[in-house]
């Protein structure tokens, strides 16, 4: 079993940045996809970007490529994604999820095992 729990979320005015953290426990990312997506209100989960267990591999929506990195620290379990430039529209609750293995299924909600309870970004015009 794994636990997701996400952090770093909160206010920021457009043009800023923050850096959400999901840190896990439970066992090690090692051969896992980690990924984030995000669902504002009214609207499906979208998915945001992924990243492989080793870290080698990274995936981003077209939406936010160019402004957001996702990054991995395996020694402290925990996954990262870096927010720049933000936007009014990038406003909405923000999830980390797992899943056993990274492949073309990483941008779809339903190839992730465990989810964390979310983070809200809010990003104000």
């Known amino acids: 079993q794994v636990q997701l729990v996400e952090s770093g979320g909160g206010l920021v005015q457009a043009g800023g940045s923050l850096r959400l953290s999901c840190a896990a426990s439970g066992r090690t990312f090692s051969g896992y996809a980690m990924g984030w997506f995000r669902q504002a209100p009214g609207k499906d989960r979208d998915f945001v970007a992924a990243?492989?267990?080793?870290?080698?591999?990274?995936s981003y929506a077209d939406s936010v490529k160019g402004r957001f990195t996702v990054s991995i620290d395996n020694a402290k379990n925990t996954v990262y994604l870096q927010m720049n430039s933000l936007r009014p529209e990038d406003t909405a609750v923000y999830y980390c999820?797992?899943?056993?293995?990274?492949?073309?299924?990483?941008?779809?909600?339903?190839?992730?095992?465990?989810w964390g309870q979310g983070t809200q970004v809010t990003v104000s015009s």
């Open positions: 990243i492989s267990g080793s870290g080698g591999r990274t």
């Open positions: 999820a797992a899943a056993t293995i990274y492949n073309s299924g990483t941008g779809y909600a339903r190839h992730y095992d465990y």
